[in-house]
Every structure is written in C-alpha cells, then in structure tokens.
Nanobody
C-alpha cells in the first residue's frame, strides 16, 4: 500500500485547508484509515480516524473543527481543517490501520505516507 498526502501549506489563523491522501496498491475500501501529526521533538500524535464503513473518531482539540472523510471510488482519504490555530502547525501524515475500525492507537497503523507540512500563522 502506498499513501501520498497533498494539500498542506501556509494559512492564517482562522483559515481552512483540506488535506488529501491518495492510496494505491491495496483494497482501500476495506481499510481503517487515520491522520496523525508531528512537530519537532514531539511524538507523532493521533488526529482523526475513519473506519472502513465510515465511523469516525477525533482527538478532543480538533473536534468540531476537523472532519475526516473518504471516497472509496477515488481511493482517497481527506481531512478538512477549519478554524485553524497556530497550535495545529505540524507535519500531517495519513496512515492505514491494521484493524478495519477507527483507531487512535499509533501502533495499529502499518503503512504511512511521507507527510505534508501545515503551517498556521498568528
């Protein structure tokens, strides 16, 4: 499974970005998928996950601002990020989970993209 993220960039606080993750080499519709983020010197942290059937899970700081979704016909995962804050600045990674449900556990994920930088200016 190969995962390629796009859509990162520089945005002002309060703005929006949509990240995309194109998957290839597997059966995307059967996978649980997730988004994580990482800043220098810190561990990679869970942001959002979606099950194969569309169930979702979010970390508390992004609830109500971020929306994870998937288009199985396009083999693509999305993360819509609204009301962005400077503390959302990070490299964002998409990942495929071993279980098909929406999991927030880092070690449940077995394939990762290369990451895309999101920078939110104050």
């Amino acid at each position: 499974v190969q995962l390629v993220e796009t859509g990162g960039g520089l945005v002002q606080a309060g703005g929006s970005l949509r990240l995309s993750c194109a998957a290839s080499g597997g059966t995307f519709s059967s996978y649980g998928m997730g988004w994580f983020r990482q800043t220098p010197g810190k561990e990679r942290e869970f942001v959002a996950a979606i099950s194969y059937s569309g169930g979702t899970r979010y970390v508390d700081p992004v609830k109500g601002r971020f929306t994870i979704s998937r288009d199985n016909a396009k083999n693509t995962l999305y993360l819509q990020m609204n009301s962005l804050k400077p503390e959302d600045t990070a490299v964002y990674y998409c990942a495929k989970s071993t279980p098909p449900w929406a999991t927030g556990i880092l070690h449940d994920y077995d394939h990762w993209g290369q990451g895309t930088q999101v920078t939110v200016s104050s």
